[in-house]
């Protein structure tokens, strides 16, 4: 069980100060001190500095989150093998960003499951901004991810290169053909909404060539890569995602590429976890099946 001034700390990072973090607790100002001189007392250390109006943690306090964020997951994961532990088989909760967890994970998932019958498996399907959310608040336990991340603040295994690709309708003139970025401005862009991994990876390639989304005639947002395909195939659009994610409709030429000059095609899957995590091993019994048993 974790002290619970670890949980006012952590609070106290969150926030940002120690009257919001004791809004956020219940508690007064002064206990919030305590809890923090606490922590300090006992490693010796400083936590938080002053800078101007704002407080910033000193290079141990950042160290200290990093590892209590961990432990606080590793927590939970224990207190959920405690309740389970008359079960024969344990569990996996992971996440995965929707373009894996859509057109990757299906077949991976059907093989574990029939080696593994027993075992209990929940997947959160989410964008990228969410799955780290969900892994620092150990809600799950390690999550596949396409979008970029700090690699410095997770433990993370490379799962696949991608490409990433422009698609449109078989109909129309630059289908199947190679073209500068500029001849597809006339086009609406219809793209994943913000916090998605492929449209951070989409804006990065697009910067990269010195422009961003508004040089497009019309933006649309949606959620659904089965959507987005949708409006692509009758004509309404391109779109810019895996290809992964379109290989049966480009197989079928439901949908066809245009070859972008100069635009940056291969980008990461990521196996993702908490640092120091004293389940990484598990975790990393699951990449290894998931690398062996993918489908390409």
């Not at 100060?17 to 400083?46: F, S, W």
């Not at 959160?124 to 959310?133: F, I, K």
């Not at 609406?188 to 910067?207: D, H, T, V």
Request: net charge neutral; glycine share 6%.
């Amino acid at each position: 069980m974790l002290d619970f001034r670890v949980n006012t700390f952590l609070t106290v990072c969150e926030s940002g100060n120690y009257t919001k973090a004791a809004e956020k607790l219940g508690l007064t100002q002064p206990a919030v001190t305590q809890h923090i001189k606490y922590i300090e007392d006992r490693y010796k250390i400083r936590l938080f500095v002053k800078d101007g109006k704002t407080m910033r943690l000193t290079p141990e306090g950042s160290l200290l989150r990093e590892m209590f964020i961990t432990l606080s997951s590793d927590c939970k994961k224990i207190d959920r093998c405690i309740k389970k532990m008359n079960e024969e088989s344990g569990a996996l909760l992971m996440g995965v960003t929707k373009s894996i967890g859509e057109y990757v994970m299906p077949d991976i998932l059907q093989k574990y499951l029939e080696t593994n019958p027993s075992v209990r498996i929940s997947m959160d399907v989410e964008n990228t901004a969410y799955l780290l959310d969900y892994l620092k608040q150990g809600t799950i336990d390690f999550c596949i991810i396409g979008g970029k991340f700090d690699k410095n603040a997770y433990w993370h295994k490379l799962f696949s290169r991608e490409k990433f690709v422009c698609l449109c309708s078989s109909s129309i003139p630059l289908s199947g053909k190679t073209a500068d970025i500029e001849e597809l401005f006339s086009e609406r862009l219809l793209i994943r909404e913000q916090g998605s991994g492929s449209r951070e990876i989409f804006k990065s390639s697009l910067n990269q060539l010195g422009y961003n989304e508004s040089n497009f005639k019309a933006v649309t947002e949606i959620g659904s890569i089965d959507v987005i395909k949708h409006l692509v195939k009758k004509g309404l659009g391109i779109t810019f995602m895996y290809e992964a994610a379109a290989a049966e409709e480009i197989k079928n030429g439901s949908l066809a590429l245009i070859d972008v000059k100069g635009f940056d095609s291969s980008h990461e899957f990521n196996f993702v976890c908490l640092k120091n995590s004293m389940f990484a091993d598990e975790f990393s019994d699951f990449f290894d099946f998931a690398v062996k048993n993918r489908v390409h």
